[in-house]
């Protein structure tokens, strides 16, 4: 990693003036002040109206929030007016990209100076030759950049559950350099690579190996010297060496520090670090003519088969998450601060890993992880195959950048490459060329394997796979790393959830020489969407913590599984995905814009040390219930509280509720919630500092609704549906449909929609509806309903009918990345019905072959006025094919 001195333009500003040169090498962004376009070619750029952004910057920002399917893949274009100073005409100067989703072309002044392919990968390109340099003071000189995302066979990743988005989307760095300077070609690395051959708890062994240029037109003596500082800034150690570089020369070296003692070892729990800093001095002139500093960690670290993964002679069970690089409304184009807080996200739930995955990310991401002690695992993205020359390449120099630009890291332990490579094997049918697809896969696995051990021999190296193990055996990738991580989804795509634990089993039994990596697991979410009755697909809070409480357990009972990893910290975008939450993956523990769901709120309470107390669901704050009876008009629902502590007190409205034992970290409670204000106080017994309060708005729904205690108000209804919607915006919830009782409310006739040939599907559509975010109520669906009926009291009423239609004649239902049974189209029906409301017609001939279009929502509102005791029914007359209802609102206005 560069040193970054920043300077702030003032002091550069009078460094330049005052005519000084300055000392070294100094390094400062410019990211402010660029002019973007996008477009095709330069030719439309020319003429193409440019735009004044700032890096980092995507031109994807809103392609995730948009609910259209796909984003812009293609060419963007930046350019930026650089001021340099006449005195760098005898220095070296670099543009320094921290990452160009996908591939960048790199000008000064219309002279191509550089291009990179790849777009999670530092590159460095050096543009003295191309300067123009005035007498005296600044010239200017033109920037232009132009990056592409296009879809590309040949440039990995070329499938995955995210999106490859475009820009100059990390920080871009100025890079002012001595002619006398660490090596500054050398794939955008500082040019020293620091490994340590030998630690224990009493000394070390320290080797700092590198190349040094002299470019400069005459022979030079140098003084190269490495400092070993304490994080308090004391000298550890120091090494010195007088070298004589010729004009022009690059001199490569070795310096080892055989004898240190009593240093402080790197751990999660004591994450001390050390800094090495190298310098080259004149040996005539005693002037500093560069320096670069790198992160230094002492650790050792060892995984086993059968006892898993030891740190410092201690075993240490690893348990993570993965990360992806994106943020509401921002794309992948984020400050640093933003990386750094999921870092430390993951540190405050108890976390001690992050893979990395499924591409390198930030360097502030791999700087935390050395800060905070959270060990890492980072990825080359070979994601998808081509069997190509082109492919193979590119795979092998992103590989090598990787492991060479994080390479100093004490944090990282693992290169990772490749992800679940046979998920969608090609030639099913033509045996001679899969073998031939599987030999070339195989042999790129290898040479991959090869150059990691080669440029790193103390790391592990890591296939992550999907759960296909006999497949990935036969294949040979498993045979491959050092180390096999396996992307398992047992309870979820399939299976069941104790299917997770005998493949755990099945692993060590047939594989009993691999140590084992859980790389993945995790469950759909959406945090809106509430079942007190759970099953799998249905996307709700409650059944991904029975997926969770299920995998925590199988990875903590058994001794041997190395790591497990959540699939994810957050959820993510992705354009493949439709379903709830539209282009979003909902595996993440905690929201798109990182709010906690409950699985968050689980690890804490089970990996955490401090004294931790959280109350589940508190943000469904606002709840609606149907009484326990007309007279006891008290709704009891579940209340889960979260802690670490081995019980727990719930009050509830002051009273103490009751005091419960935690079990895996959760205590059960079954809260009786009044109509209005219900605050629930969580302590642990004995204390009252550690202790969370929840205020729950809760609205009770009397049985009947005509009940003078509790006036009706509202009623929202989802039809289809057996689970609980909350919109956090309009605060309003959607109950399950029930069927009519007389006095109360619900359906008359008709079935719940199931999507054909879909198995993973629990309700409804699993289909983006466009254009609402109510994508659960649209998507869940009454067919051939007779009635909906409310027993209301008189009054003013405003009636929502909400309907969409969910068969298509064209679209297929499966959704390609989902791992699991594939879907072909359902049967189209014609279908055409009118609609009364208290006999009265309101829609005629509501129909799919005009108004009703398939993923569209059609919502109207009517206004009832109930002047007798005939409360309201909604009648569906249909007149071709089947009646449909997908949701159902009604508001008392007066
Ligand atoms: C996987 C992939 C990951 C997906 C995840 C999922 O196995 O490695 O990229 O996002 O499954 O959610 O399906
Ligand atoms: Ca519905």
Same mark, same amino acid.
């Given at each position: ?170 920080? +871009?760095?100025? @890079?002012?350099?001595? !002619? $006398?300077? #660490?090596?500054? &070609?050398?794939?955008?690395?500082? =040019? ?50 007088? +070298?004589?570089? @010729?004009?022009?020369? !690059? $001199?490569? #070296?070795?310096? &080892?520090?055989?004898?240190?003692? =009593? ?632």
């Amino acid at each position: 990693m560069y040193a970054r001195i920043l300077f702030n333009t003032f002091l550069l500003t009078l460094l330049l003036q005052s005519g000084l040169h300055a000392q070294g090498r100094f390094s400062s962004t410019i990211n402010s002040n660029w002019l973007f376009t996008k477009g095709d070619t330069a030719q439309k750029a020319v003429g193409s109206v440019w735009q004044t952004v700032s890096i980092p910057h995507t031109w994807n920002t809103q392609d995730v929030l948009d609910d259209e399917p796909g984003y812009y893949r293609g060419d963007g274009w930046y350019k930026k007016t650089l001021y340099i100073p006449a005195g760098w005409k005898d220095r070296e100067v670099y543009l320094y990209f921290e990452g160009a989703g996908q591939s960048a072309d790199v000008f000064v002044n219309g002279k191509s100076v550089g291009k990179h392919q790849g777009g999670y990968t530092f590159f460095s390109v050096p543009i003295s030759s191309a300067l123009r340099f005035a007498q005296s003071g600044n010239a200017t000189n033109d920037v232009v950049v132009r990056v592409n995302n296009s879809v590309n066979e040949n440039l990995p990743p070329i499938m995955g559950d995210y999106n490859i988005f475009g820009g100059l989307y990390r920080d +871009v760095y100025l @890079n002012v350099l001595d !002619k $006398v300077h #660490f090596d500054a &070609d050398n794939q955008a690395t500082s =040019g020293i690579f620091i490994t340590t051959p030998q630690v224990n708890a009493a000394s070390a062994v320290v080797q700092v190996k590198g190349s040094f240029v002299n470019g400069t037109g005459s022979s030079r003596n140098l003084i190269v010297s490495h400092r070993i500082l304490t994080a308090e800034g004391a000298v550890l150690a120091e090494q010195k060496k007088t +070298v004589k570089a @010729n004009a022009g020369q !690059k $001199v490569d #070296f070795v310096q &080892d520090f055989k004898d240190i003692k =009593g240093q402080r070892l790197w751990s999660p729990d004591d994450p001390y670090l050390y800094r090495v800093v190298s310098r080259i001095t004149d040996a005539a002139t005693g002037q500093k003519l560069d320096e670069v500093s790198n992160p230094l960690g002492f650790r050792w670290y060892a995984f086993s088969a059968s006892e898993g993964f030891s740190l410092n002679g201690n075993s240490l069970k690893l348990i993570g998450t993965s990360r992806h690089q994106d943020y509401p409304g921002m794309g992948n184009a984020l400050p640093d601060a933003m990386h750094v807080r999921d870092v430390e996200l993951l540190k405050e739930m108890g976390g001690n890993f992050l893979r990395v995955a499924h591409y390198p990310q930030d360097p502030a991401v791999l700087q935390a992880c050395d800060r905070l002690g959270i060990l890492a695992s980072v990825e080359t993205p070979v994601m998808g195959f081509t069997d190509s020359e082109a492919f193979a390449s590119s795979a092998k120099q992103q590989h090598r950048e990787i492991i060479r630009q994080t390479y100093n890291h004490p944090s990282v332990i693992i290169w990772s490459y490749m992800n679940e490579m046979l998920l969608r094997v090609p030639f099913a049918t033509d045996s001679t060329k899969q073998q031939a697809y599987f030999r070339h896969l195989t042999d790129l696995a290898r040479e991959l394997e090869a150059m990691a051990r080669q440029e790193d021999p103390a790391r592990y190296t890591l296939i992550p796979n999907h759960g296909a193990f006999d497949l990935y055996n036969k294949v040979g990738l498993t045979k491959i790393p050092r180390l096999v991580g396996w992307n398992l989804y047992q309870g979820w795509y399939g299976g069941t959830l104790e299917d997770f634990g005998k493949f755990l089993d099945m692993h060590h039994r047939e594989l009993p020489d691999k140590p084992v990596l859980i790389t993945e697991f995790g469950a759909d979410a959406d945090n809106r969407i509430h079942s007190f009755s759970p099953i799998r697909f249905d996307k709700s809070v409650e059944y991904t913590m029975l997926f969770h409480q299920a995998y925590l357990k199988a990875i903590l009972d058994r001794p041997f599984v190395a790591a497990g990893m959540i699939w994810n910290l957050t959820e993510f975008n992705t354009a493949v995905r439709a379903e709830t939450l539209p282009n979003i993956n909902p595996k993440g523990i905690m929201t798109y814009d990182r709010k906690e769901k409950d699985p968050y709120r689980f690890y804490k309470a089970n990996l955490l040390k401090a004294p931790y107390i959280q109350i589940g669901s508190k943000e469904w704050n606002r709840r609606v219930g149907t009484a326990e009876s007309e007279s006891q008009l008290t709704c009891s629902q579940p209340v889960v509280v979260f802690s670490n502590q081995p019980t727990v007190t719930l009050t509830v409205q002051g009273k103490v509720l009751g005091t419960a034992e935690t079990k895996q970290g959760m205590a059960r409670f079954t809260v009786p919630f009044v109509n209005g204000l219900n605050r629930l106080v969580a302590t642990v017994s004995g204390s009252t500092v550690v202790s969370d309060q929840a205020d729950i708005m809760f609205r009770v729904l009397p049985p009947t609704l005509k009940n003078p205690q509790l006036p009706f108000d509202e009623l929202n209804v989802s039809l289809g549906d057996s689970r609980f919607f909350f919109d956090e915006k309009t605060g309003q919830n959607w109950l399950p449909e029930q069927v009519y009782k007389p006095g109360s409310w619900g359906y008359v006739g008709g079935k719940q929609y199931v999507m054909k040939n879909n198995s993973r599907v629990s309700f409804g559509s699993g289909r983006n509806i466009l254009g609402t975010e109510l994508d659960p109520i649209y998507q869940t669906q009454r067919t051939g309903i007779e009635q909906f009926k409310f027993d209301v009291p008189t009054g003013d009423y405003e009636l929502v009918l909400h309907f969409a239609e969910l068969i298509s004649k064209t679209v297929n239902n499966d959704i390609a990345f989902n791992l699991g049974q594939r879907a072909v189209p359902e049967v189209y029906i014609e279908r055409s019905f009118d609609v009364l409301i208290n006999g009265q017609e309101v829609i005629s001939g509501l129909s799919n072959s005009d108004v009703l279009k398939t993923d569209q929502p059609v919502a109207t509102k009517f206004m009832v006025s109930v002047q007798n005791q005939e409360g309201i029914t909604v009648s569906f007359n249909v007149r071709q094919g089947e009646t449909v209802l997908n949701g159902i609102q009604l508001k008392k206005i007066r």
